[in-house]
């Protein structure tokens, strides 16, 4: 009977330590929310401030009285902004969309056939290349950006979209990543590919690309936001304003003698959307990348 007390103790007292856990761990998920929902309106507050003074004029932006919520919304700013005859905003976006859309394709095509060689395609002076390739990590940007632009002239490509996407095509970073991703990816699934009779590229291309679409979707994503926000490149290129992109179309609403504070902040909302489309899109392939690695099984 002695012994049963004890035990009977033991279990009497097991049932409110579950309870004290279950009340503290409902508290702490409390917290947590409320946390999370402080910090998420924190981050709001930017976006609203931008989309609050596009919808202003330039004196509810700057003047004394100013409002955090105003009563009085301009809506014509965004026709006034698209029928601004010194600034082409539309074709500035659909250059930019084009420019961006290109140099991401591109680049995943060009960056991950190198990568996926110098991981995968056995051959003497594959170190000695990747060494090179990593050489060109260290080279700053601006000694190479003078002598880019003398080509890019000399072959006709100013003031053009060639000019603007094929220069930048690849890059040693995304070339470096994707080699590191492509080593540890599984043996095993390319070499079944190639007792079904497939070379490097069917390998590549059948079962190497559908199997790392989560990866793919992480570095797409990355290099369009590089692409879109590019800014000194296109405005050396870019010198007829048919060919601007959205941000050198943003920097002329800003010279030495005015600034239209409404019509930047209203330029800046647009020009904005495609790249919160660009996330919604692939953030369930990007959460998985996280996850996974790229690699389902």
């Not at 004290?20 to 976006?47: C, D, H, K, N």
């Not at 979707?217 to 296109?234: D, E, M, Q, V």
């Amino acid at each position: 009977m002695t012994a049963v007390t004890p035990n009977r103790g033991t279990h009497a007292a097991a049932p409110g330590k579950r309870r004290r856990t279950g009340r503290g761990g409902t508290l702490g998920s409390t917290g947590l929310y409320i946390a999370t929902g402080i910090a998420g309106l924190l981050f709001l507050v930017p976006f609203y401030l931008l989309v609050r003074n596009a919808l202003s004029t330039d004196a509810a932006i700057t003047g004394e009285n100013w409002q955090f919520f105003p009563t009085d919304l301009k809506w014509g700013n965004i026709g006034e902004l698209f029928d601004d005859p010194t600034v082409p905003f539309a074709r500035s976006l659909w250059n930019s969309a084009v420019v961006g859309v290109l140099h991401t394709l591109g680049t995943l095509l060009v960056c991950s056939l190198a990568g996926y060689g110098l991981a995968r395609i056995p051959y003497r002076h594959a170190d000695k290349v990747f060494y090179a390739v990593l050489v060109t990590l260290m080279v700053p940007s601006a000694v190479t950006f003078v002598p880019s632009f003398v080509l890019v002239s000399s072959l006709g490509w100013v003031d053009s979209l060639r000019g603007l996407i094929i220069p930048g095509l690849f890059s040693g970073f995304t070339c470096f990543l994707f080699r590191q991703y492509f080593l540890g990816f599984p043996k095993e699934l390319e070499e079944a590919a190639r007792m079904d009779g497939l070379g490097y590229w069917g390998a590549y291309w059948r079962v190497v690309v559908p199997n790392s679409l989560n990866f793919f979707a992480a570095i797409a994503t990355i290099t369009f936001i590089s692409g879109w926000n590019a800014f000194l490149w296109p405005l050396v290129i870019g010198q007829d304003p048919d060919a601007w992109t959205v941000q050198v179309a943003l920097s002329s609403y800003m010279t030495n003698q005015t600034v239209n504070f409404h019509l930047i902040f209203m330029a800046t909302a647009i020009s904005i959307l495609p790249l919160v489309f660009v996330f919604l899109f692939l953030q369930r392939w990007l959460v998985q990348g996280i996850a996974q690695t790229g690699i389902k099984g």
